[in-house]
């Protein structure tokens, strides 16, 4: 167990829908990183947050937002749903503002139809 | 741009064979890390290596950190279908980034 939770498991929507992702992090971890990972394919930077502040992005959609809440949870936001959004979406976290170790969670597997 | 190349892409082996897959790129990280990730599931961390020339032991799995910090190594021995997995190597450039390699893909047969 890594220590970072992210909730739901498992999403089923449908095309154009909006959905919302959460995470926390490891007890004491300030940065928050999202990652898409579709069928087969390696891990897909998206964002990341530190201490509540954007600190870098990756190929991230303008369809998607994420943000980090005081109690440092973050959210992340798939709006205009596509099929090809369908995929699994991790978390990590990290104790710095990056280039640390970083522990992932188990994921949240959507499934758009 | 920074890359990290992972090699081979896939591996499928028998049990009981060795292996050693390679992650390689032409910049100096500060750290590197392998994670394995079983399908469905979140990369769990095996391993973070520092100094140059590292070597690292955990059960059949030797992790081994390039003199110039530019490159690590992999080795199994004595794979087992428990072993299945994508591996994934991350190298943490010391500016505070982390950049991902695409992954090993290994398939071990019983």
């Known amino acids: 167990d890594s220590g970072v939770t992210q909730t739901p498991k498992h999403l089923i929507t449908a095309t154009g829908q909006r959905v919302t992702l959460r995470c926390s992090p490891r007890?004491?971890?300030?940065?928050v990183y999202w990652y898409q990972q579709s069928l087969d394919q390696g891990l897909q930077f998206l964002i990341q947050?530190?201490?509540?502040?954007?600190?870098a992005k990756g190929n991230i959609l303008e369809r998607f937002s994420a943000q980090q809440f005081p109690d440092l949870h973050s959210e992340l936001n798939l709006s205009s749903l596509e099929l090809g959004d369908s995929a699994l979406y991790f978390c990590?976290?990290?104790?710095?503002?990056?280039?640390?170790?970083?522990?992932f969670g188990p994921g949240t597997r959507l499934l758009v139809l | 741009t920074q890359l990290l190349e992972q090699s081979p892409q896939f591996l499928s082996i028998q049990e009981g064979e060795n292996l050693t897959v390679y992650c390689n790129s032409s910049?100096?990280?500060?750290?590197l890390q392998w994670y394995r990730q079983e399908p469905g599931e979140g990369p769990v961390l095996l391993v973070t290596?520092?100094?140059?020339?590292e070597v690292k032991k955990l059960k059949r799995l030797t992790f081994q950190f390039g003199d110039a910090r530019k490159d690590s190594s992999l080795h199994i021995t004595a794979a087992q279908p428990g072993d299945t997995g994508l591996y994934l190597c991350?190298?943490?450039?010391?500016?505070?980034?982390?950049?991902f390699g695409a992954g090993t893909r290994l398939f071990v047969k019983a």
């Open positions: 290596v520092v100094t140059g020339g």
């Open positions: 947050y530190y201490n509540g502040e954007e600190r």
């Open positions: 991350a190298g943490d450039t010391g500016g505070f980034k982390t950049i």
């Open positions: 910049s100096v990280f500060s750290s």
């Open positions: 990590a976290s990290s104790s710095g503002a990056g280039g640390e170790t970083q522990y």
């Open positions: 007890s004491g971890d300030l940065s």
